[in-house]
């Protein structure tokens, strides 16, 4: 495991962006006076110090490179918990939702580490670039949440929370039943996805080419040569992409156990809390399926009025915060 600062810390220097305007009142108002000095340097100094919490860690997996983003509270060490936090389909830890979670989690005395599936890709950052051949499986998000787990445990961490949004909350979901790890807690799932039909999905954005493409998929695969590249095949939100026999299979066939939530709430081995938007405009039928499995103690149920799937600016803080009391009141 190698660990190391990151050189930018994108949500200071944010925050510093928001507040020009307000510097800049206030030099045109008093140019030389110290207010003007003072506000300078504090918010240099909070950039500064909110820079120094943010540390990019890795490991070595499988022949890659894994990187994850750690951000530890003030006066806390791994040793006193952390939240694992899990992006969505194709995404990464630096998106906004993420960063501002882990921001928000640092302002209510919460350490956190983000952490980037590879998506079988050495060390990667950012969205995946659909140019990329997709050679990865849902399996394979199980696996790398699971090295994870087991990093932090080895680093002394006693009680992990696990917090993931969208694709990624029934990744969690599913690690959780089927992984059953006693280090970790608590589960916190943002947005999980409701599609009940891959076919209907893969269809409703790239037309009736379902059927042949996963035949020839499994035609591959019985032969021997899953792993394979086809051409030009409809995957996720890339279009025409290269794509191997065991990839397109996974998502769109074996991948039906991570939409069943009948199979895994109700034998939820730690205490869940699901955080909906009434706004979400990805998911609108969530809470429509999953409240046959809300007993309000094991599985729980929190609503953010207004929020769509990414709970934008005070929505997040909202849902944050809501996660932030249902593991304090559990533990």
Known sequence: MNAGLEPINFYAINMLVELLPMI?????????????????????????????????????????????????ADGKTLKDGVVLILHGMMAHNRMEIIESSQQILLENNRSSL?????????????????????????????????QWVEWLFKQGVEEIVIMAHSRGANQAMVYMTERKKSVVKHLVLLAPNTVKSAKMQYEGRYGDIFDE???????????????????????????????????FYSYYAVDDKFRQYQLHLPNMPVPTL?????QDE???????????????????????????????????????????????EAQ
């Open 274 to 278: 699901i955080i909906t938007g009434t």
């Open 282 to 328: 990805r998911q609108p039928d969530l809470e429509e399926v999953i409240t046959p499995y809300i007993d309000g103690k094991q599985v729980r149920l929190s609503r953010v009025e207004n929020a769509g799937h990414f709970f934008q600016d005070f929505n997040l803080e909202e849902a944050v915060e809501s996660a932030v009391e249902f593991i304090t």
């Open 213 to 247: 493409t996963i035949a020839k998929a499994e035609k591959l695969i019985k032969a021997g040569k899953g792993g394979e590249l086809i051409e030009k095949i409809d995957f996720s939100f890339c279009p025409r992409s290269t794509i191997s026999a065991d990839t």
């Open 114 to 146: 983000a952490i980037n599936l590879s998506l079988g890709i050495d060390n990667r950052h950012g969205f995946y670039d659909c140019n990329w051949p997709q050679t990865h499986t849902s399996e394979d998000s199980l696996d790398e949440l699971d």
């Open 24 to 72: 800049n009142f206030i030099k045109s108002k008093s140019p030389n006076s110290y207010a003007y000095f003072w506000l300078i340097t504090g918010l240099l100094l909070l950039t500064a110090s909110t820079a120094t919490h943010a540390k990019e860690v890795t490991q070595q997996y499988r022949g890659m490179t894994l990187n994850a983003n750690l951000e530890l």
